[in-house]
């Protein structure tokens, strides 16, 4: 992979085109080729081949054209290619008169094709803050996100000394119905009283939480007996249900040796414990073979299920552990 000042001209005679708003100079940029497509910035706006494109720079330009005087000014723009392929992203201003100037983002993905470069892919879009789109800010910094991600340890306490690790996923079943029956305010107080119950006996037992989900958790434990142990004592705790209110939790859990990074684990014994979860019924935790022979009958557990687990072959078996 080079860098590709040559592209980055052939951007900057894309930009005069749009604003000279020649259409035929604009539509001779683009690859005749099968898989072109453009994406812009309105939801309508994905075209797929030169038809397609061809028509709507004549259509918009002529459009365009009413809207008064306009144009782009590049900020910054880089640009590589490998073979025959090469990519340039910018950052430009869309600057018209009576409004204020607004940031505008643009990726071109481009062919060799003869002695010309071509576009077949395209994508643009005006430039808005994360508040005006989702209603809060959020970290947008680079340097700030990669401080944020260097200084989350690997959850290496939760491993065991030969490496592996017991993963145990949890939900509250039917939590949606639940937070339309309760109202947002008791909800939320609810949701608040699980997640200390959780915490609190995931600690109790040396286990780590590795992540919340919503209205449940991702844990990790250095041994079967303490991740089945704490599971066991999350269900008493919570049994009692919260004002009167059952809260009915799921439990899945599954060992084997799983990859530790950047705060989160990752791999095959992850994809298999969350299965498991799934299938599991509210107020059930259900293990996988690997942690029921790992356990070495020193819990109780309930006749075995066959499953199939979504996106792995053939059937599973898993025990329901007796916690009452």
């Given at each position: 992979m080079e860098s590709a000042p040559e592209l980055v001209s052939f951007l900057e005679r894309m930009f005069r085109n749009l604003n000279a708003l020649?259409?035929?100079?604009?539509?001779d940029t683009f690859s005749r080729q099968p898989g072109l497509l453009l994406i812009g910035?309105?939801?309508?706006?994905?075209?797929?081949?030169?038809?397609?494109?061809?028509?709507?720079?004549?259509?918009?330009?002529q459009e365009l054209q009413s809207a008064g005087k306009f144009h782009f000014d590049i900020d910054e723009a880089v640009a590589w290619k490998e073979g025959t392929v090469g990519w340039i992203a910018c950052r430009a201003r869309w600057v018209s008169e009576g409004v204020a100037p607004l940031s505008y983002r643009m990726t071109v993905l481009l062919h060799e094709e003869g002695a010309y470069w071509r576009v077949v892919q395209w994508h643009s879009s005006l430039g808005?803050?994360?508040?005006?789109?989702?209603?809060?800010?959020?970290?947008?910094?680079?340097?700030?996100?990669?401080?944020?991600?260097r200084d989350e340890p690997p959850p290496v306490g939760a491993l065991a000394g030969d490496g592996s690790v017991t993963i145990v996923f949890t939900d509250i079943e039917g939590s949606t119905a639940l937070m339309e029956s309760l109202g947002e305010q008791a909800w939320l107080e609810l949701l608040d009283w699980h997640d200390c119950v959780v915490k609190q006996q995931t600690t109790v037992f040396g286990g780590s939480v590795v992540k919340g989900q919503g209205d449940g958790f991702m844990l990790a434990f250095p041994a079967t007996g303490s991740a089945v142990a704490c599971a066991a004592a999350i269900q008493r705790a919570l049994s009692a249900g919260w004002?009167?209110?059952?809260?009915?939790?799921?439990?899945?859990?599954?060992?084997g040796n799983a990859?530790?990074?950047?705060?989160?684990?990752?791999g095959r014994t992850v994809v298999i414990a969350a299965r498991v979860a799934s299938a599991a019924d509210g107020g059930e935790i259900l293990v996988s073979q690997a942690v029921q022979e790992s356990l070495g009958g020193a819990f109780r557990l309930d006749e075995a299920r066959s499953l199939t687990l979504k996106?792995?072959?053939?059937r599973h078996a898993a025990f329901p552990i007796i916690w009452q």
């Open positions: 020649d259409a035929n100079a604009m539509v910035t309105d939801p309508d706006e994905w075209w797929e081949d030169f038809e397609a494109a061809s028509a709507l720079w004549r259509v918009q330009f808005a803050s994360n508040e005006e789109s989702f209603g809060f800010e959020m970290t947008t910094d680079v340097d700030e996100i990669l401080t944020m991600v004002r009167g209110v059952r809260v009915p939790v799921r439990m899945g859990m599954h060992c990859k530790a990074e950047g705060g989160d684990f990752f996106g792995l072959a053939g």
